[in-house]
């Protein structure tokens, strides 16, 4: 069965530094997302994405952050300069095209890059 | 998207059937109503999502109420791999672009052996 692949796994990083997580959606899939969730929290939308620009972002999705789709694979999340509460597993998304115009798609999550500022 | 209620923990032991309700009285006539879980140390799994008729698939079935203002998770037989975060969330029918899911806190689900 196609999955979401998310690397690296685990990702430890100096306050400051910017990072790179990276997402391969599923491969005929066109909507990608990405959402976090710190430790013992509820899972935050973060940023929507189609056709090559954002659809949807959040208060969190600031000007830190950014979203690209570099080639037609991966899809990736960028942290320019990350916090220390930047702390948190990422997760990655991705769903088809809608079905008649409803939104009532199902999302493909992958398993996650936890990252860890310090 | 409308708020949903649900429990913050069930217990269930393995083999017996668990119901997990979810309130949404403010919920529209266009609301779907959608559950996804969440295994430990793993991202949310879609389970199943219905409109006003009870739906079956082969995770688990969902119940609606008649007056839509709640609905039932219902797994037939828990396993222990049925240990999870169970999320119930309304999502708004209606054209245009994709939207994000909209997680609350969930019913963490214990299965005892």
């Known amino acids: 069965e196609p999955e979401v692949t998310q690397t690296p796994s685990h990702q430890v990083t100096q306050m400051g530094q910017e990072v790179i997580l990276r997402c391969v959606p599923i491969s005929n899939h066109l909507y990608f997302y990405w959402y976090r969730q710190i430790l013992g929290q509820k899972v935050e939308f973060l940023v929507s994405?189609?056709?090559?620009?954002?659809?949807?972002k959040s208060e969190i999705f600031d000007d830190q952050f950014s979203v690209e789709r570099p080639d037609g694979s991966n899809f990736t999340l960028k942290i320019r300069s990350t916090k220390l509460e930047d702390s948190a597993m990422y997760f990655c998304?991705?769903?088809?095209?809608?079905?008649?115009?409803?939104?009532?798609?199902?999302?493909?999550f992958g398993p996650g890059t936890r990252l860890l500022v310090l | 998207d409308a708020k949903t209620t649900q429990p913050n923990s069930m217990e269930s032991n393995e083999e017996e059937p668990v119901h997990l309700p979810c309130n949404h009285s403010?919920?529209?006539?266009?609301?779907?109503i959608h559950w996804y879980r969440q295994l430990p140390s793993q991202g949310p799994e879609y389970v199943i999502h219905?409109?006003?008729s009870n739906v079956n698939n082969r995770m688990a079935s969902l119940a609606i109420a008649e007056d839509r203002k709640s609905s039932t998770l219902i797994l037939h037989r828990a396993t222990l791999r049925d240990a999870a975060v169970y999320y119930c969330?309304?999502?708004?029918?209606?054209?245009?672009?994709?939207?994000?899911?909209?997680f609350g806190k969930g019913t963490k689900l214990s299965v005892k052996p």
């Open positions: 998304a991705s769903s088809d095209l809608m079905k008649t115009g409803m939104k009532q798609e199902t999302q493909y």
């Open positions: 969330i309304l999502r708004v029918n209606y054209g245009g672009s994709q939207g994000n899911l909209i």
């Open positions: 994405f189609y056709n090559n620009e954002i659809s949807e």
């Open positions: 403010t919920i529209s006539g266009t609301d779907y």
């Open positions: 219905g409109l006003t």
